[in-house]
RNA sequence: GUGGCCAUGGUGUAAUGGUUAACACAUCGGGUUGUGGUCCCGGUAAUGAGGGUUCAAUUCCCUCUGGCCACCCCA
Protein backbone atom coordinates (compact mmCIF):
# COMPACT_ATOMS: atom_id res chain seq x y z
CA UNK A 1 0.00 0.00 0.00
CA UNK A 2 1.38 3.35 -1.23
CA UNK A 3 -0.67 5.21 0.72
CA UNK A 4 -3.54 5.49 3.25
CA UNK A 5 -4.57 8.47 2.76
CA UNK A 6 -7.58 8.93 0.51
CA UNK A 7 -8.37 12.18 -1.41
CA UNK A 8 -10.76 14.21 0.61
CA UNK A 9 -14.18 14.20 -0.80
CA UNK A 10 -15.62 16.89 -2.44
CA UNK A 11 -18.56 18.26 -1.28
CA UNK A 12 -20.22 18.67 -4.14
CA UNK A 13 -19.43 15.38 -5.31
CA UNK A 14 -20.91 13.82 -2.01
CA UNK A 15 -23.89 16.05 -2.31
CA UNK A 16 -24.76 14.91 -6.01
CA UNK A 17 -23.76 11.48 -5.41
CA UNK A 18 -27.81 10.29 -4.84
CA UNK A 19 -28.29 12.85 -7.56
CA UNK A 20 -26.13 10.86 -10.41
CA UNK A 21 -27.49 7.55 -9.52
CA UNK A 22 -31.29 8.95 -10.54
CA UNK A 23 -28.99 10.86 -13.72
CA UNK A 24 -29.14 8.89 -16.88
CA UNK A 25 -25.61 8.06 -17.46
CA UNK A 26 -24.28 10.91 -19.65
CA UNK A 27 -24.16 9.82 -23.32
CA UNK A 28 -21.24 7.90 -24.73
CA UNK A 29 -19.87 9.57 -27.69
CA UNK A 30 -17.69 8.22 -30.50
CA UNK A 31 -14.02 8.49 -30.72
CA UNK A 32 -13.28 11.36 -32.91
CA UNK A 33 -12.99 11.00 -36.13
CA UNK A 34 -15.11 7.40 -36.11
CA UNK A 35 -17.94 6.66 -37.21
CA UNK A 36 -20.76 3.84 -37.77
CA UNK A 37 -21.50 3.00 -41.51
CA UNK A 38 -25.43 2.77 -41.60
CA UNK A 39 -27.42 1.80 -44.49
CA UNK A 40 -27.69 4.10 -47.32
CA UNK A 41 -24.20 3.68 -47.32
CA UNK A 42 -23.79 0.49 -48.30
CA UNK A 43 -25.68 0.72 -50.91
CA UNK A 44 -22.80 3.32 -52.58
CA UNK A 45 -20.11 0.68 -50.52
CA UNK A 46 -21.40 -2.66 -52.09
CA UNK A 47 -21.52 -1.26 -55.63
CA UNK A 48 -17.62 0.25 -55.66
CA UNK A 49 -16.71 -2.98 -53.93
CA UNK A 50 -18.28 -5.06 -56.71
CA UNK A 51 -15.98 -2.79 -59.39
CA UNK A 52 -12.81 -2.69 -57.25
CA UNK A 53 -13.34 -6.62 -56.95
CA UNK A 54 -13.99 -7.47 -60.44
CA UNK A 55 -11.41 -5.50 -62.17
CA UNK A 56 -8.35 -6.36 -60.24
CA UNK A 57 -9.76 -10.24 -60.85
CA UNK A 58 -10.02 -9.47 -64.56
CA UNK A 59 -6.53 -7.83 -64.65
CA UNK A 60 -5.44 -10.76 -62.38
CA UNK A 61 -4.36 -9.03 -59.16
CA UNK A 62 -4.23 -11.22 -55.98
CA UNK A 63 -6.28 -10.69 -53.22
CA UNK A 64 -4.31 -9.83 -49.93
CA UNK A 65 -5.05 -8.77 -46.45
CA UNK A 66 -2.44 -7.37 -44.16
CA UNK A 67 -3.23 -7.07 -40.57
CA UNK A 68 -4.52 -3.53 -39.73
CA UNK A 69 -1.03 -3.09 -37.27
CA UNK A 70 2.52 -3.11 -37.70
CA UNK A 71 5.54 -2.65 -36.42
CA UNK A 72 5.86 1.03 -35.89
CA UNK A 73 9.20 1.00 -37.77
CA UNK A 74 7.85 -0.24 -41.10
CA UNK A 75 5.97 2.93 -41.98
CA UNK A 76 8.53 4.87 -40.27
CA UNK A 77 11.16 3.52 -42.51
CA UNK A 78 8.58 3.11 -45.62
CA UNK A 79 6.31 6.58 -45.57
CA UNK A 80 9.31 8.28 -44.48
CA UNK A 81 10.22 10.53 -40.67
CA UNK A 82 9.26 13.59 -42.53
CA UNK A 83 6.00 12.88 -44.01
CA UNK A 84 2.89 14.51 -42.72
CA UNK A 85 2.10 11.25 -42.12
CA UNK A 86 4.69 9.78 -39.88
CA UNK A 87 5.30 13.35 -38.46
CA UNK A 88 1.45 13.58 -37.01
CA UNK A 89 -1.11 11.49 -38.34
CA UNK A 90 -0.14 7.95 -37.03
CA UNK A 91 -1.82 6.09 -34.36
CA UNK A 92 0.77 4.46 -32.48
CA UNK A 93 1.65 3.30 -29.65
CA UNK A 94 3.09 0.72 -27.18
CA UNK A 95 1.67 -2.76 -26.56
CA UNK A 96 1.22 -4.35 -22.96
CA UNK A 97 4.39 -6.13 -23.82
CA UNK A 98 6.68 -3.25 -25.19
CA UNK A 99 6.03 -3.93 -29.14
CA UNK A 100 6.04 -0.42 -31.06
CA UNK A 101 2.80 -0.81 -33.20
CA UNK A 102 1.30 1.58 -35.52
CA UNK A 103 -2.60 1.62 -37.04
CA UNK A 104 -1.88 1.23 -40.64
CA UNK A 105 -2.26 4.51 -41.93
CA UNK A 106 -1.61 3.37 -45.67
CA UNK A 107 -1.67 0.34 -47.58
CA UNK A 108 1.18 0.20 -49.87
CA UNK A 109 3.99 -0.15 -47.10
CA UNK A 110 2.34 -3.30 -45.48
CA UNK A 111 2.04 -5.09 -49.09
CA UNK A 112 5.44 -4.30 -49.55
CA UNK A 113 6.53 -5.94 -46.37
CA UNK A 114 4.70 -9.21 -46.66
CA UNK A 115 6.29 -9.29 -50.74
CA UNK A 116 9.35 -9.47 -48.61
CA UNK A 117 7.92 -11.90 -45.70
CA UNK A 118 6.67 -14.30 -48.31
CA UNK A 119 9.46 -14.73 -50.54
CA UNK A 120 7.02 -13.07 -53.02
CA UNK A 121 10.41 -12.49 -55.15
CA UNK A 122 10.49 -16.11 -56.32
CA UNK A 123 7.19 -15.74 -57.98
CA UNK A 124 6.64 -14.59 -61.82
CA UNK A 125 7.20 -10.76 -61.54
CA UNK A 126 5.49 -8.70 -61.52
CA UNK A 127 3.96 -9.82 -58.72
CA UNK A 128 0.00 -8.57 -58.63
CA UNK A 129 -1.94 -7.75 -55.52
CA UNK A 130 -5.41 -5.54 -54.19
CA UNK A 131 -6.93 -4.94 -51.26
CA UNK A 132 -9.59 -2.97 -49.71
CA UNK A 133 -9.58 -2.47 -46.02
CA UNK A 134 -9.13 0.22 -43.27
CA UNK A 135 -6.45 2.69 -42.49
CA UNK A 136 -6.10 4.97 -40.01
CA UNK A 137 -4.57 8.46 -39.61
CA UNK A 138 -5.24 10.74 -36.68
CA UNK A 139 -5.92 14.03 -39.02
CA UNK A 140 -7.83 16.70 -37.82
CA UNK A 141 -11.50 15.05 -39.40
CA UNK A 142 -13.74 16.94 -41.72
CA UNK A 143 -16.44 15.76 -44.04
CA UNK A 144 -14.69 13.29 -46.80
CA UNK A 145 -11.86 13.00 -44.08
CA UNK A 146 -12.08 10.59 -41.16
CA UNK A 147 -9.64 8.90 -38.67
CA UNK A 148 -11.06 5.57 -40.26
CA UNK A 149 -11.17 5.15 -43.55
CA UNK A 150 -11.87 2.63 -46.37
CA UNK A 151 -9.08 2.04 -49.29
CA UNK A 152 -9.38 0.14 -52.08
CA UNK A 153 -5.56 -0.53 -53.69
CA UNK A 154 -3.77 -2.55 -55.98
CA UNK A 155 0.27 -2.94 -56.18
CA UNK A 156 2.19 -4.20 -59.17
CA UNK A 157 5.48 -5.25 -57.58
CA UNK A 158 8.97 -6.25 -59.63
CA UNK A 159 8.72 -4.83 -62.72
CA UNK A 160 9.71 -1.26 -64.03
CA UNK A 161 7.54 -1.33 -66.96
CA UNK A 162 6.00 1.88 -67.70
CA UNK A 163 2.80 0.22 -69.18
CA UNK A 164 1.76 -0.87 -65.49
CA UNK A 165 2.66 3.10 -64.37
CA UNK A 166 -0.29 3.58 -66.68
CA UNK A 167 -2.19 0.13 -65.49
CA UNK A 168 -2.05 1.40 -62.13
CA UNK A 169 -3.31 5.01 -63.59
CA UNK A 170 -6.09 3.19 -65.75
CA UNK A 171 -7.05 1.07 -62.94
CA UNK A 172 -7.76 4.12 -60.32
CA UNK A 173 -9.97 5.85 -63.08
CA UNK A 174 -11.44 2.83 -64.57
CA UNK A 175 -13.03 1.74 -60.54
CA UNK A 176 -14.40 5.27 -60.05
CA UNK A 177 -15.77 5.33 -63.28
CA UNK A 178 -17.27 2.21 -63.60
CA UNK A 179 -19.52 3.08 -60.51
CA UNK A 180 -20.76 6.73 -62.25
CA UNK A 181 -18.44 9.13 -61.09
CA UNK A 182 -16.55 10.78 -63.96
CA UNK A 183 -12.94 11.51 -62.99
CA UNK A 184 -9.74 13.03 -64.54
CA UNK A 185 -6.10 11.83 -63.54
CA UNK A 186 -3.64 14.53 -62.68
CA UNK A 187 -0.54 13.34 -63.42
CA UNK A 188 3.35 14.10 -62.87
CA UNK A 189 6.83 12.50 -62.77
CA UNK A 190 9.67 13.54 -59.88
CA UNK A 191 11.94 11.35 -61.50
CA UNK A 192 14.47 9.26 -59.28
CA UNK A 193 15.98 10.68 -56.26
CA UNK A 194 18.81 11.47 -57.78
CA UNK A 195 17.37 14.24 -59.99
CA UNK A 196 14.99 15.15 -57.43
CA UNK A 197 18.10 16.48 -55.26
CA UNK A 198 19.17 18.75 -58.65
CA UNK A 199 15.49 19.77 -58.40
CA UNK A 200 15.20 20.70 -55.05
CA UNK A 201 19.06 22.62 -55.26
CA UNK A 202 16.99 24.46 -58.28
CA UNK A 203 13.70 25.03 -56.76
CA UNK A 204 15.49 26.48 -53.48
CA UNK A 205 17.31 28.92 -55.21
CA UNK A 206 14.21 30.10 -56.93
CA UNK A 207 12.14 30.60 -53.82
CA UNK A 208 15.35 31.73 -51.62
CA UNK A 209 15.82 34.89 -53.95
CA UNK A 210 12.18 35.38 -54.02
CA UNK A 211 12.28 34.83 -50.07
CA UNK A 212 10.38 38.31 -49.06
CA UNK A 213 7.42 37.15 -51.08
CA UNK A 214 6.66 33.97 -49.66
CA UNK A 215 4.59 33.36 -46.52
CA UNK A 216 5.79 32.39 -43.01
CA UNK A 217 4.14 28.82 -43.72
CA UNK A 218 6.11 29.00 -47.17
CA UNK A 219 9.57 30.14 -45.79
CA UNK A 220 9.02 26.83 -43.31
CA UNK A 221 8.83 24.70 -46.30
CA UNK A 222 11.62 26.00 -48.03
CA UNK A 223 13.35 24.50 -45.43
CA UNK A 224 11.85 21.59 -44.79
CA UNK A 225 9.63 20.34 -47.82
CA UNK A 226 10.58 22.56 -51.14
CA UNK A 227 8.89 20.45 -53.15
CA UNK A 228 5.45 20.99 -51.24
CA UNK A 229 5.90 25.12 -52.46
CA UNK A 230 4.53 24.07 -55.25
CA UNK A 231 0.89 23.25 -54.07
CA UNK A 232 0.68 25.62 -51.70
CA UNK A 233 -2.68 27.46 -51.57
CA UNK A 234 -1.18 30.70 -51.04
CA UNK A 235 -2.79 33.35 -53.82
CA UNK A 236 1.15 34.96 -54.26
CA UNK A 237 2.68 32.26 -54.82
CA UNK A 238 1.30 31.41 -57.88
CA UNK A 239 2.60 34.06 -59.91
CA UNK A 240 5.64 32.61 -58.75
CA UNK A 241 5.46 29.32 -59.39
CA UNK A 242 5.10 30.35 -63.11
CA UNK A 243 8.49 31.24 -63.10
CA UNK A 244 9.63 28.42 -60.89
CA UNK A 245 11.70 25.53 -62.04
CA UNK A 246 9.52 22.39 -63.19
CA UNK A 247 10.45 19.10 -62.59
CA UNK A 248 10.10 17.62 -66.17
CA UNK A 249 13.51 19.94 -66.82
CA UNK A 250 15.52 18.60 -64.86
CA UNK A 251 14.37 14.50 -65.17
CA UNK A 252 17.17 12.21 -66.63
CA UNK A 253 16.91 11.12 -69.83
CA UNK A 254 15.22 7.50 -68.69
CA UNK A 255 12.72 9.32 -66.47
CA UNK A 256 11.52 11.50 -68.71
CA UNK A 257 11.26 8.69 -71.40
CA UNK A 258 9.47 6.51 -69.27
CA UNK A 259 7.06 8.81 -68.46
CA UNK A 260 6.37 9.82 -72.40
CA UNK A 261 5.58 6.02 -72.18
CA UNK A 262 3.18 6.19 -69.58
CA UNK A 263 1.15 9.18 -71.33
CA UNK A 264 1.21 7.51 -74.55
CA UNK A 265 -0.37 4.19 -72.71
CA UNK A 266 -3.14 6.84 -71.26
CA UNK A 267 -3.57 8.07 -74.17
CA UNK A 268 -4.41 4.59 -75.85
CA UNK A 269 -6.54 3.45 -73.18
CA UNK A 270 -8.69 6.73 -73.57
CA UNK A 271 -7.95 8.30 -69.72
CA UNK A 272 -8.63 11.66 -69.15
CA UNK A 273 -5.38 12.62 -67.75
CA UNK A 274 -4.22 16.02 -67.37
CA UNK A 275 -0.36 17.14 -66.75
CA UNK A 276 0.14 18.66 -63.39
CA UNK A 277 3.51 19.85 -63.20
CA UNK A 278 3.04 20.84 -59.64
CA UNK A 279 1.81 17.71 -58.09
CA UNK A 280 4.27 15.93 -55.89
CA UNK A 281 3.03 13.69 -53.07
CA UNK A 282 3.37 13.47 -49.34
CA UNK A 283 5.07 9.82 -49.03
CA UNK A 284 8.92 9.48 -49.44
CA UNK A 285 8.96 6.39 -51.37
CA UNK A 286 7.14 7.69 -54.82
CA UNK A 287 10.08 8.14 -57.81
CA UNK A 288 8.77 8.86 -61.70
CA UNK A 289 5.33 8.24 -61.64
CA UNK A 290 3.03 10.16 -59.31
CA UNK A 291 -0.72 10.50 -60.02
CA UNK A 292 -4.17 11.52 -57.86
CA UNK A 293 -7.87 11.15 -58.71
CA UNK A 294 -9.86 13.68 -59.09
CA UNK A 295 -13.84 14.14 -59.59
CA UNK A 296 -14.30 15.85 -62.65
CA UNK A 297 -17.81 18.73 -61.39
CA UNK A 298 -18.66 21.87 -61.91
CA UNK A 299 -19.24 22.62 -58.09
CA UNK A 300 -15.56 23.20 -57.02
CA UNK A 301 -16.21 21.85 -53.51
CA UNK A 302 -16.79 18.49 -55.23
CA UNK A 303 -13.41 18.17 -56.59
CA UNK A 304 -11.26 19.07 -54.09
CA UNK A 305 -10.70 16.47 -52.39
CA UNK A 306 -8.49 13.31 -54.34
CA UNK A 307 -10.69 10.36 -54.79
CA UNK A 308 -7.49 8.61 -55.30
CA UNK A 309 -3.61 8.65 -55.93
CA UNK A 310 -0.70 6.69 -56.52
CA UNK A 311 2.32 6.28 -58.69
CA UNK A 312 5.73 4.14 -58.79
CA UNK A 313 7.59 3.72 -55.43
CA UNK A 314 10.94 1.68 -56.98
CA UNK A 315 13.05 2.47 -53.73
CA UNK A 316 10.50 1.33 -50.91
CA UNK A 317 10.71 -2.54 -50.84
CA UNK A 318 15.26 -1.88 -50.59
CA UNK A 319 13.78 0.29 -48.26
CA UNK A 320 12.23 -1.83 -45.65
CA UNK A 321 14.77 -4.16 -46.04
CA UNK A 322 14.06 -6.51 -49.19
CA UNK A 323 16.29 -6.38 -52.53
CA UNK A 324 16.19 -3.31 -55.11
CA UNK A 325 12.43 -3.66 -56.70
CA UNK A 326 10.64 -1.51 -58.85
CA UNK A 327 7.49 -1.36 -58.22
CA UNK A 328 4.02 0.85 -58.87
CA UNK A 329 0.29 1.08 -57.28
CA UNK A 330 -2.59 2.95 -56.10
CA UNK A 331 -4.95 3.49 -53.60
CA UNK A 332 -8.97 4.71 -53.92
CA UNK A 333 -10.29 6.66 -50.99
CA UNK A 334 -13.62 4.29 -50.72
CA UNK A 335 -15.39 7.20 -48.59
CA UNK A 336 -14.56 9.96 -50.70
CA UNK A 337 -16.42 8.04 -53.62
CA UNK A 338 -19.02 7.25 -51.53
CA UNK A 339 -20.13 11.09 -50.67
CA UNK A 340 -19.06 11.89 -54.63
CA UNK A 341 -21.79 9.28 -55.36
CA UNK A 342 -24.26 10.32 -53.23
CA UNK A 343 -24.11 14.07 -54.54
CA UNK A 344 -24.74 12.41 -58.21
CA UNK A 345 -27.41 10.06 -57.57
CA UNK A 346 -28.73 10.24 -54.18
CA UNK A 347 -31.50 7.96 -54.71
CA UNK A 348 -29.18 5.04 -55.30
CA UNK A 349 -28.58 4.40 -51.98
CA UNK A 350 -32.37 3.77 -51.02
CA UNK A 351 -33.17 0.95 -49.56
CA UNK A 352 -36.67 -1.04 -50.33
CA UNK A 353 -38.10 -2.73 -48.08
CA UNK A 354 -41.05 -3.65 -50.66
CA UNK A 355 -42.00 -7.71 -50.26
CA UNK A 356 -44.32 -8.97 -52.57
CA UNK A 357 -45.87 -11.42 -50.29
CA UNK A 358 -46.30 -10.70 -46.20
CA UNK A 359 -46.74 -13.41 -43.71
CA UNK A 360 -49.67 -12.28 -41.24
CA UNK A 361 -50.75 -14.32 -37.77
CA UNK A 362 -53.17 -15.25 -35.54
CA UNK A 363 -52.69 -16.70 -32.33
CA UNK A 364 -49.87 -18.49 -30.39
CA UNK A 365 -50.49 -21.71 -33.09
CA UNK A 366 -50.92 -19.40 -36.00
CA UNK A 367 -47.36 -17.93 -34.87
CA UNK A 368 -45.85 -21.13 -35.35
CA UNK A 369 -47.33 -22.02 -38.85
CA UNK A 370 -45.93 -18.41 -39.64
CA UNK A 371 -43.00 -18.97 -39.17
CA UNK A 372 -42.52 -22.38 -40.85
CA UNK A 373 -44.28 -20.43 -43.82
CA UNK A 374 -42.38 -17.69 -44.19
CA UNK A 375 -39.16 -19.95 -44.52
CA UNK A 376 -41.26 -22.18 -46.98
CA UNK A 377 -41.46 -19.44 -48.75
CA UNK A 378 -37.76 -17.51 -48.46
CA UNK A 379 -35.90 -21.09 -49.23
CA UNK A 380 -38.61 -20.80 -52.14
CA UNK A 381 -37.10 -18.04 -53.77
CA UNK A 382 -40.06 -15.49 -52.24
CA UNK A 383 -38.41 -13.95 -49.49
CA UNK A 384 -41.70 -12.54 -47.64
CA UNK A 385 -42.14 -9.45 -45.40
CA UNK A 386 -42.98 -10.65 -41.75
CA UNK A 387 -44.00 -9.32 -38.41
CA UNK A 388 -44.10 -12.54 -36.17
CA UNK A 389 -43.62 -10.38 -32.98
CA UNK A 390 -47.17 -8.86 -33.53
CA UNK A 391 -50.53 -9.72 -32.31
CA UNK A 392 -52.87 -7.66 -33.70
CA UNK A 393 -53.70 -8.69 -37.16
CA UNK A 394 -54.66 -4.70 -37.94
CA UNK A 395 -51.01 -3.83 -36.98
CA UNK A 396 -49.87 -6.52 -39.31
CA UNK A 397 -52.03 -5.87 -42.55
CA UNK A 398 -50.90 -2.20 -42.25
CA UNK A 399 -47.21 -3.30 -42.48
CA UNK A 400 -47.96 -5.34 -45.28
CA UNK A 401 -49.64 -2.26 -46.80
CA UNK A 402 -47.07 -0.09 -45.82
CA UNK A 403 -44.53 -2.58 -47.34
CA UNK A 404 -46.36 -2.41 -50.50
CA UNK A 405 -47.03 -6.47 -50.19
CA UNK A 406 -49.37 -7.82 -53.68
CA UNK A 407 -50.22 -10.58 -51.35
CA UNK A 408 -50.94 -11.23 -47.60
CA UNK A 409 -50.46 -15.02 -46.13
CA UNK A 410 -52.73 -15.47 -43.27
CA UNK A 411 -53.21 -18.33 -40.80
CA UNK A 412 -54.91 -18.27 -37.44
CA UNK A 413 -55.86 -20.95 -35.58
CA UNK A 414 -58.68 -21.79 -37.53
CA UNK A 415 -56.47 -22.49 -40.69
CA UNK A 416 -53.91 -24.36 -38.34
CA UNK A 417 -56.72 -26.67 -37.29
CA UNK A 418 -58.02 -27.20 -41.28
CA UNK A 419 -54.29 -27.29 -42.54
CA UNK A 420 -55.10 -24.09 -44.67
CA UNK A 421 -53.87 -20.40 -45.05
CA UNK A 422 -55.65 -17.58 -46.21
CA UNK A 423 -54.06 -15.89 -49.16
CA UNK A 424 -55.66 -11.80 -49.73
CA UNK A 425 -55.42 -9.92 -52.52
CA UNK A 426 -54.00 -6.56 -51.08
CA UNK A 427 -55.01 -4.51 -54.29
CA UNK A 428 -58.38 -6.51 -55.23
CA UNK A 429 -59.43 -7.12 -51.51
CA UNK A 430 -60.50 -10.43 -52.29
CA UNK A 431 -59.10 -14.13 -50.36
CA UNK A 432 -59.04 -17.75 -50.80
CA UNK A 433 -58.23 -20.62 -48.67
CA UNK A 434 -55.79 -22.77 -49.84
CA UNK A 435 -54.11 -26.01 -48.49
CA UNK A 436 -51.39 -24.67 -46.81
CA UNK A 437 -48.67 -27.16 -48.35
CA UNK A 438 -49.61 -25.47 -51.58
CA UNK A 439 -48.51 -21.77 -50.53
CA UNK A 440 -45.13 -21.53 -51.79
CA UNK A 441 -47.10 -23.22 -55.46
CA UNK A 442 -50.17 -20.92 -55.18
CA UNK A 443 -47.94 -17.91 -54.94
CA UNK A 444 -45.37 -18.59 -57.49
CA UNK A 445 -48.85 -18.99 -59.59
CA UNK A 446 -49.91 -15.71 -58.35
CA UNK A 447 -46.12 -13.82 -58.93
CA UNK A 448 -45.98 -16.05 -62.67
CA UNK A 449 -43.04 -17.57 -61.69
CA UNK A 450 -41.82 -20.84 -63.12
CA UNK A 451 -40.83 -23.51 -60.80
C1' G B 1 -1.81 20.40 -34.94
C1' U B 2 -3.84 26.10 -35.83
C1' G B 3 -8.10 29.30 -36.73
C1' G B 4 -13.60 30.36 -37.73
C1' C B 5 -18.78 28.81 -37.25
C1' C B 6 -22.07 25.51 -34.73
C1' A B 7 -24.57 21.93 -30.92
C1' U B 8 -32.81 21.27 -28.73
C1' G B 9 -36.53 14.13 -28.90
C1' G B 10 -34.69 9.08 -33.88
C1' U B 11 -35.08 13.05 -38.03
C1' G B 12 -36.25 18.18 -39.50
C1' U B 13 -37.50 22.55 -37.04
C1' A B 14 -39.72 26.22 -33.03
C1' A B 15 -39.38 28.98 -28.40
C1' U B 16 -37.91 31.23 -23.78
C1' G B 17 -33.49 34.61 -18.14
C1' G B 18 -38.92 32.18 -14.63
C1' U B 19 -44.48 27.07 -13.83
C1' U B 20 -45.93 20.93 -17.88
C1' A B 21 -39.59 23.27 -23.83
C1' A B 22 -43.76 23.62 -28.97
C1' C B 23 -44.72 21.49 -34.01
C1' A B 24 -44.16 17.96 -38.06
C1' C B 25 -42.40 13.26 -39.58
C1' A B 26 -40.91 8.64 -37.61
C1' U B 27 -41.92 5.14 -33.61
C1' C B 28 -45.22 2.31 -30.06
C1' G B 29 -50.32 1.49 -28.54
C1' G B 30 -55.79 2.13 -28.90
C1' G B 31 -60.61 3.22 -31.77
C1' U B 32 -64.83 -3.80 -28.87
C1' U B 33 -63.39 -9.79 -29.54
C1' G B 34 -59.64 -12.55 -36.83
C1' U B 35 -58.17 -8.15 -41.77
C1' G B 36 -54.70 -2.78 -44.59
C1' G B 37 -54.40 2.03 -47.56
C1' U B 38 -57.97 7.70 -45.04
C1' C B 39 -59.31 9.43 -40.22
C1' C B 40 -59.42 10.04 -34.73
C1' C B 41 -57.16 9.41 -29.72
C1' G B 42 -53.08 8.40 -26.62
C1' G B 43 -47.80 6.82 -25.15
C1' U B 44 -42.28 6.95 -25.49
C1' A B 45 -38.68 10.51 -26.61
C1' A B 46 -34.58 16.39 -26.46
C1' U B 47 -31.78 21.43 -24.52
C1' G B 48 -23.83 17.33 -25.79
C1' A B 49 -20.70 17.28 -20.76
C1' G B 50 -18.81 20.09 -16.63
C1' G B 51 -18.29 24.62 -14.15
C1' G B 52 -19.68 29.93 -13.38
C1' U B 53 -23.03 34.53 -13.24
C1' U B 54 -28.20 34.85 -11.27
C1' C B 55 -33.40 34.40 -6.59
C1' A B 56 -33.92 31.61 -11.38
C1' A B 57 -30.13 29.36 -17.16
C1' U B 58 -31.91 25.45 -22.44
C1' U B 59 -31.18 30.89 -23.09
C1' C B 60 -25.49 34.88 -20.73
C1' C B 61 -19.95 33.55 -19.72
C1' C B 62 -15.83 29.84 -19.45
C1' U B 63 -13.77 24.91 -20.17
C1' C B 64 -14.24 20.26 -22.40
C1' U B 65 -16.34 17.05 -26.07
C1' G B 66 -18.18 16.51 -30.86
C1' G B 67 -19.59 18.32 -35.91
C1' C B 68 -18.81 21.47 -40.19
C1' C B 69 -15.48 24.85 -42.82
C1' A B 70 -10.52 26.89 -43.86
C1' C B 71 -5.27 25.91 -43.18
C1' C B 72 -1.87 21.73 -42.84
C1' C B 73 -2.08 17.41 -45.53
C1' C B 74 -4.28 13.62 -48.05
C1' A B 75 -7.85 9.01 -49.43
Known amino acids: MPSNKKPPVKKSEANSASAAAKRKPSPINLVRGMRDILNPDWAYRDKIYAAA ?45 GDKVTLRPEGTAAVARAYIQHGMVNRPQPVKL ?54 VVHINSIGTPECRVNYKNALVAYFRSKKHKLSEEDKKRLVKNPMRLLDSKDPGMDELKLEAPQIVDWLDEASKAHFMQVLEYLDEMGVPYQLDPYLVRG ?82 QGRKKAFAIFEALRSGGIPPGASFS ?23 QKEVLDGTAIIRDMDAGTQETVDSKKIVHEIKKKLKIAE
Request: charged content about 25%; overall charge negative; hydrophobic content about 40%.
Open 53 to 97: KALATDYEYDRIETPVMEETGLFLRGIGKMTDIVEKEMYSFETAG
Open 130 to 183: WYWGDMYRHDRPQSGRYRQFTQFGCECVGDAAAVLDAQQAFLAWKTIEMVGVEA
Open 283 to 364: LDYYTKTVFEIYAVSEDPEASKLALGGGGRYDGLIETIGGNPTPACGFSIGVDRVVNRLKEIDPEAGAISDQRDVYVAQLGD
Open 390 to 412: KDAIKTQMELANKRGAKWAIIVG
